[in-house]
T-cell receptor
Framework: KNQVEQSPQSLIILEGKNCTLQ??????????LRWYKQDTGRGPVSLTI?????NTKSNGRYTATLDADTKQSSLHITASQLSDSASYIC?????????FGIGTKLQVIP | DGGITQSPKYLFRKEGQNVTLSCEQN?????MYWYRQDPGQGLRLIYY???????QKGDIAEGYSVSREKKESFPLTVTSAQKNPTAFYLC????????????????FGPGTRLTVL
């Protein structure tokens, strides 16, 4: 069982709409939790990073939240754009051990 | 233009042949990493290097080899011993290996898609 599970696996939304992606993890304690955006056929690009003591972190239209009690993180995308179409990967680091989620594939359609 | 470059973008090889994937960075980072990405799985660490002339095995090192003769370069060789080499390979770097846990960012290259025929 993967220690970092993401849902949904895939999602289609209309341009301009908001969406929320989920990340549940069992890695504990952890050093930090990151969200990455990966365009098809490209390398991941960092969006946010949060330590266990942080509840929220924003990067433009992307806002990540963290609930350490329930071991859940969310990535909220506001006013989606076509360029948001990508996979979004949750990554949890415990000391030097890094665990990647499988990702949520988001498609934004006009 | 700073960053990480990987070449080639696409690579085709016959079964049983060794192949070397290139990774170069001009970010002056000490630590470099190789990951493998397969459909339906998260990225998995193959090898990492914290400093020149030193490298460590990751979670799935069998069938792979690396070298770190220069700070800027961390080539990965996929040997014939790797049973299922077809995958998307990603190289990354960070300021230091310990900085990954401390909050520094890993920067990824564009990837090389290897297909073994």
């Amino acid at each position: 069982k993967n220690q970092v599970e993401q849902s949904p696996q895939s999602l289609i939304i209309l341009e301009g709409k908001n969406c929320t992606l989920q990340c549940n993890y069992t890695v504990s304690p952890f050093s930090n939790l990151r969200w990455y955006k990966q365009d098809t056929g490209r390398g991941p690009v960092s969006l946010t990073i949060m330590t266990f003591s942080e509840n929220t972190k924003s990067n433009g239209r992307y806002t990540a939240t963290l609930d350490a009690d329930t071991k859940q993180s969310s990535l909220h995308i506001t006013a989606s754009q076509l360029s948001d179409s990508a996979s979004y990967i949750c990554v949890v680091t415990r000391y030097q051990k890094v665990t990647f989620g499988i990702g949520t594939k988001l498609q934004v359609i006009p | 233009d700073g960053g990480i470059t990987q070449s080639p973008k696409y690579l085709f090889r016959k079964e049983g042949q060794n192949v070397t994937l290139s990774c170069e960075q001009n970010l002056n980072h000490d630590a470099m990493y190789w990951y493998r990405q397969d459909p339906g799985q998260g990225l998995r660490l193959i090898y990492y290097s914290q400093i020149v002339n030193d490298f460590q095995k990751g979670d799935i090192a069998e069938g792979y080899s690396v070298s770190r003769e220069k700070k800027e370069s961390f080539p990965l060789t996929v040997t014939s011993a790797q049973k299922n080499p077809t995958a998307f390979y990603l190289c990354a770097s960070s300021i230091g290996a310990t900085s990954w846990a401390g909050g520094d960012t890993q920067y990824f290259g564009p990837g090389t898609r290897l297909t073994v025929l």
